[in-house]
């Protein structure tokens, strides 16, 4: 059914006190909790759970089965992978209530998270940064870092186009993409042209 520009499919439960941006979709089996916030031209994937103060930026890509806690924000053209996770506890007991102890995990403009994946909460994740399939994050990953493994460490740059960059001997890159350049200095990455 279409709403206010955006579309939900009939068996998706969105809360009253969601605010979603027009373009939208979200699709089978999806949970909006009050108090989300969802951009425009969003998608999100089968059964994916969005807690209460999450805020999605436009153009972010949700793919199945995930879900997103209390104290998750992803900027613009954030990716999703299937079946990754957030957390938001980081010591989490079944008998000891810590619903004040949450932390707080942002996902920078252009990030992609593979599928399976965890991102430990409490570590930001770098804008275009790329997190490899399965790879578990316990620290902030910086702006188009590599990551990958477990515990996840960085193997490389990407650029903003999902290309692997390769710097020459005067810290310069070329994507392979779009033809984009890049610069690394005091191993920080930033795009030149």
């Not at 590599?146 to 310069?172: C, K, T, Y």
Request: hydrophobic share 35%; with cysteine; glycine share 10%.
């Amino acid at each position: 059914m279409t709403k206010n520009n955006y579309f939900t499919h009939e068996s998706a439960y969105v809360d009253e006190g969601c605010t979603i941006g027009k373009g939208s979709k979200i699709w089978h089996f999806c949970h909006l909790m009050p108090n989300c916030i969802i951009g425009k031209n969003c998608n999100l994937g089968q059964n994916v759970f969005v807690a209460s103060k999450v805020v999605l930026g436009d153009n972010v890509k949700v793919q199945n089965n995930v879900s997103i806690y209390e104290g998750v924000i992803c900027e613009d053209n954030v990716f999703l992978g299937p079946s990754m996770v957030f957390t938001n506890v980081y010591n989490p007991r079944s008998g000891v209530i810590r619903k004040d102890e949450y932390r707080k995990t942002i996902v920078r403009k252009g990030a992609s998270i593979g599928a399976n994946a965890t991102i430990i909460c409490g570590n930001n994740i770098g804008k275009y940064a790329f997190i490899g399939a399965g790879a578990v994050i316990k620290f902030e990953v910086p702006d188009y870092a590599l990551m990958v493994g477990v515990p996840a460490r960085q193997i490389g740059w990407m650029s903003e186009f999902g290309e692997r960059l390769e710097f020459d001997n005067n810290g310069i890159a070329e994507c392979s993409g779009n033809g984009d350049k890049y610069q690394i200095k005091e191993n920080n990455v930033t795009k030149i042209s």
